[in-house]
């Protein structure tokens, strides 16, 4: 299975004729920038003083205007690492890592953690019940991709009854 990395370079937008007359840059093109820097640039090398100089470069506050994008792009790497690894987080500390590249919170993270691994999780948890046993040794493993994942009991277990587990 391949795996395409979570980011795609993108162009920017072209100014509009009264953006170029007073010398201004499209506001969307400063997400579109750090789209680019995300394509282009190991994870390890990118600093929030990089990102934050984007914003300056577009006389935008990124986090209050793209929050949304922020966390897609958060979202869009956990995806990755999980298509990658199927199982956990190897990767943890470049998840850390981008999670304050990306100026998100412990709260948000969280979430976004939750919502997207509640997709991987019922995904295997209807893989492991496919012949119709659930073993003891599927339970542990689905107790351990669980707390990979970050999820709290109460989404498991929720999982679990709607599967029939």
């Known amino acids: 299975m391949t795996t395409q ?3 795609q370079i993108v162009p920017l937008v072209n100014k509009s004729f009264l953006q170029s007359l007073f010398k201004q840059q499209p506001d969307e093109n400063a997400i579109i920038a750090v789209n680019n820097l995300l394509a282009t640039t190991p994870m390890e090398q ?7 100089k984007i914003g300056v470069e577009y006389k935008v506050d990124i986090n209050k205007m793209f929050p949304l994008n922020m966390q897609e792009f958060y979202a869009a790497y956990l995806n990755f690492i999980l298509r990658k690894h199927q199982v956990g987080y190897e990767d943890d500390n470049s998840l850390q890592h981008l999670q304050g590249i990306l100026g998100l919170s412990n709260e948000k993270v969280q979430e976004l953690h939750e919502r997207v691994g509640r997709i991987w999780y019922e995904k295997a ?9 659930f073993s003891h040794g599927e339970e542990k493993a689905m107790a351990n991709y669980a707390r990979n994942l970050r999820l709290p009991e109460k989404i ?3 999982l679990r009854a709607e599967v029939g587990v």
Request: aromatic share 4%; glycine share 4%; net charge positive.
């Open 46 to 52: 990118i600093n929030r003083a990089m990102i934050l």
């Open 5 to 7: 990395p979570p980011y």
């Open 125 to 133: 948890l209807k893989k492991c019940v496919k012949n119709g046993v």
């Open 156 to 158: 498991t277990s929720t």
